[in-house]
């Protein structure tokens, strides 16, 4: 007999579990807020039970343990013996996120890494007394049924033993038949399909779109020639008028000739004219089919938005309760749906987004009271679609962005200079805090002020989804964060223009309007050139110059054909050579080698099979705002002057062992490292005239602490623009706030600590 081989069934087995350990985390967030919902609880347990038999029948024993005993809990729950408490939500957490390690491991080595004993000890006392504490023993495992399981067994998912679970109650025949039925009609209607495959069933609809937009230049083709064919007629006929003043023995010689050729350029014309027809109107049925087939394979690849959205009610509150905020969030538009590539793009700047909101939009609790506001603070999570375009909105009812602030950090960190900062409208202010390495926080910790984030959002949504981002905020009242994507990332529709004797494709939702303006109408301001529309100044750059191109001939006199570009708040208008037209194009990458090219987003072939390069707005406008003379702010990731040497590092640090890790590691990274055991020591060898880059120190040493020396060179004329680090075991947020109140500029506790954060960390201030 052959062994029936489980293994092969772990891939299918991890899918189902992606779907069932989403619902399971979502069902925990729900029941947190509404214990009592019985629905909820069945739908929960049906869940969990599938998990456990699934899991079991292809042999992963401990994934199959866990969802049982966490079924136990939930069945007590639902019948009344113990009731649901807040403090269960983080077991059940655990347990799941073990759950979804064993399952990506499944068959791995690492799977054994998981602390599963301890689990189903914590597990086992919740559901003995209600209250999670701490680990018992577990039950012992039963053993693995060996060799194939009967067919009937995977539709009961029987428990092992053959003993029936907490929700497996016998049920009348009838109703057995009834669920038999059920699961028929959904095998039959629903079929799971390879992401890859997908994706390239879509690259082929977009093949097909090409072609279809080649076979309607085709038609204009044909119908160009059936005109030509009829002028050829016309001249024809005027050439038999001047042949018949021939003589008549001339002309009979000719006779039979000119017959011959008449029939054949009429038969010509006549047969051109019906391929014309037919072909067109061909070529209209197939454009049809083209687009149903287009937007078929395109709803096979859309996915709700609450696929991402609802990952998020238990990042929020873990968030939350890492800030030590109350937050209440809110989902809307969670039906709306998007191309499963924007989705897998979205997340992370969402992601970047919420823990701003958290961290530095809303407020704790007692400021909020303080300030008449609800000790809760809201923040709302919204997508819509709009056209061709999905609109994203990530708002909360907190402090809002204040640009004073954020201008003064972007002075103090080098981003802009202080008369740049005085002609910066606030609405200018806010965009700053997508520069690299931006942060308004006053010290650097483990979980703020890092400057990683928001850059982030810019990069994903602008660079790499091609959508714009557009921030409003109001001080005291709150902000929100609007993300405006494509719809898909395959087919847009685009302006096409030429400039300099060259087709370009300009994507139209960047495009606020095509004007055709009189040169005499163009103004001049400071020496540059600019237009008046709707009561705003919008200044003009050549796109040939953004572009790089020479000009093909001389400037016509005519009106100016005027493309205005809207991005992220700023509008510029492009002047070019002449409008070709606006149509639907399929957009090509530039592949891997040529991923990041000045002013493209990629290409596009054109009927006639004239490649075509699609610009990139949001580089359009930089380069075209240099151009205008507009300030272009510097972001931190530009290159500096080169310092000569390397960098050099004071650590002072009473431990030996830490002193010397910390050495090794500085030192690892190219740096000159200099020591102290104590913060005395350290200020000592500064006064002597020590110049570091930045100093690390511990808080606890002997003679003068951290917290004193950081105020001692805080406090130093000389001394003062040292950055200084404070890596610590003291984690309170007392101690945290004594740290910023001495003038540290990063805290990092070592419960945290690793060489990457530290190096990170010392670099960034170093940079700034």
């Known amino acids: ?21 989403q619902r399971l985390n979502e069902g925990i967030i729900n029941l947190e807020a509404d214990p009592t919902d019985r629905p909820l609880i069945d739908q929960w347990l049906r869940d969990a039970h599938t998990l456990k038999g699934s899991s079991r029948m292809v042999g992963l024993i401990e994934i199959s343990d866990v969802a049982h005993r966490m079924e136990d809990i939930m069945v007590k729950v639902r019948d009344g013996d113990i009731r649901y408490t807040p403090e269960m939500t983080d077991s059940f957490f655990e347990a799941l ?18 602390d599963v004993e301890g689990v189903l000890g914590r597990l086992t006392e919740l559901a003995e007394s209600g209250v999670p504490g701490v680990a018992a023993a577990p039950e012992a495992k039963p053993a693995a049924p060996a060799g194939p399981v009967a067919p009937e067994a995977q539709v009961a998912e029987a428990d092992e033993g053959g003993e029936a679970g907490p929700s497996q109650e016998a049920e009348p025949e009838q109703g057995e038949a009834q669920r038999d039925t059920q699961l028929k009609i959904i095998e039959q209607t629903t079929v799971r399909v390879r992401t890859s495959q997908v994706d390239h069933l879509l690259n082929l609809a977009s093949e097909v779109v090409i072609s279809e937009i080649k ?30 003043n021939l003589s008549p023995e001339e002309w009979n010689t000719l006779q039979d000739d000119i017959g011959v050729l008449d029939d054949l350029l009429l038969s010509q014309r006549r047969e051109l004219a019906a391929l014309s027809k037919e072909y067109a109107d061909d070529s209209s049925r197939t454009a049809g089919i083209v687009a149903d087939l287009q937007e078929q394979a395109m709803e096979l690849r859309m996915l709700p938005a609450s696929t991402v959205f609802n990952t998020f009610p238990r990042a929020m509150r873990e968030l939350a309760h890492t800030f030590k905020k109350d937050v209440d969030l809110r989902i809307e538009g969670g039906d709306t ?55 994203i909105e990530v708002s909360d009812d907190g402090a809002g962005i204040d640009p004073a602030k954020v201008k003064a950090a972007a002075v103090r960190k080098g981003y802009i200079t202080e008369p740049e900062a005085k002609a910066m409208s606030d609405r200018e202010a806010r965009y700053l805090i997508f520069e690299k390495g931006f942060s308004t926080a006053a010290i650097i910790t483990e979980i703020s002020g890092r400057g990683v984030g928001m850059d982030v959002v810019r990069e994903f949504v602008v660079e790499r989804l091609k959508g714009s981002m557009d921030v409003e905020s109001e001080l005291g009242e709150g902000s929100t964060f609007r993300l405006t994507m494509p719809l898909t990332l395959a087919i847009i529709r685009a302006l096409l223009l030429r400039v300099g004797g060259q087709t370009f494709a300009l994507p139209t939702s960047s495009v606020e309007e095509t004007v055709r303006i009189e040169r005499s109408e163009i103004i001049k301001l400071e020496g540059r050139e600019a237009i008046r529309r709707q009561r705003r100044t919008v200044p003009l750059v050549h796109l040939r110059d953004v572009l790089g191109i020479e000009p093909n001939g001389d400037e016509a006199d005519g009106k100016a054909p005027i493309a205005v570009l809207g991005f992220s708040g700023t509008r510029i208008g492009m002047i070019v050579d002449e409008f070709v037209g606006e149509q639907q194009i399929v957009i090509k990458t530039l592949g891997n080698h040529l991923r990041r090219v000045d002013n493209l987003a990629g290409v596009t072939i054109l009927g006639a099979g004239e490649v075509v390069p699609i610009l990139h707005v949001p580089d359009l406008i930089a380069n075209g705002r240099h151009l205008t003379g507009a300030r272009v702010r510097r972001a931190s990731g530009q290159a500096k002057e080169q310092e000569k040497g390397p960098g050099r590092i004071l650590i002072c640090e009473d431990s030996f062992t830490t002193r010397e890790l910390e050495r090794s590691i500085f030192e690892a990274a190219g740096y000159d ?13 500064l006064k002597e005239g020590l110049r570091p880059d930045a100093v690390v120190t511990d808080v606890q040493m002997p003679n003068m602490t951290g917290f004193e020396l950081t105020r001692a060179i805080k406090s130093d004329a000389t001394l003062k623009s040292i950055p200084v680090v404070i890596v610590t075991s003291l984690e309170r947020d007392e101690e945290k706030a004594e740290g910023i109140k001495a003038g540290a500029d990063a805290y990092i506790t ?18 700034q």
Do not use: C, Y
Not at 1 to 21: G, N, P, Y
Not at 97 to 114: I, Q
Not at 217 to 231: G, K, S, Y
Not at 342 to 370: F, T
């Open 1 to 21: 007999m052959v062994e029936f081989d489980r293994s092969a069934f772990i891939a299918k087995f991890q899918e189902e579990a992606t779907d069932l350990l």
């Open 97 to 114: 996120d073990t759950v979804v390690f064993l399952a990506e491991n499944a068959g791995k080595e690492s799977a054994a890494e998981a």
């Open 215 to 244: 076979a309607v230049q085709r038609v204009r083709d044909l119908r160009n020639t059936t005109a030509e064919a009829t002028e050829a007629l016309r001249v024809w006929g005027r050439l038999k008028a001047i042949l018949s």
């Open 337 to 391: 749906e998007l191309d499963k590539k924007v989705l897998e793009e979205i997340n992370d700047p969402l992601v970047h987004i919420m823990r701003n909101a958290v961290d530095h939009g809303i407020e704790p609790s007692a400021d909020r009271i303080a300030v008449g506001k609800p000790a809760q603070g809201i923040i709302r999570l919204s997508a819509r679609q709009e056209g061709d375009h999905i609109v």
């Open 673 to 685: 490292v200099e020591t102290a055991t104590d913060g005395a020591m350290g200020l000592t060898r």
């Open 750 to 767: 070592k419960s945290v600590f690793n060489q990457d954060t530290l190096l990170d960390t010392v670099e960034r201030l170093i940079g």
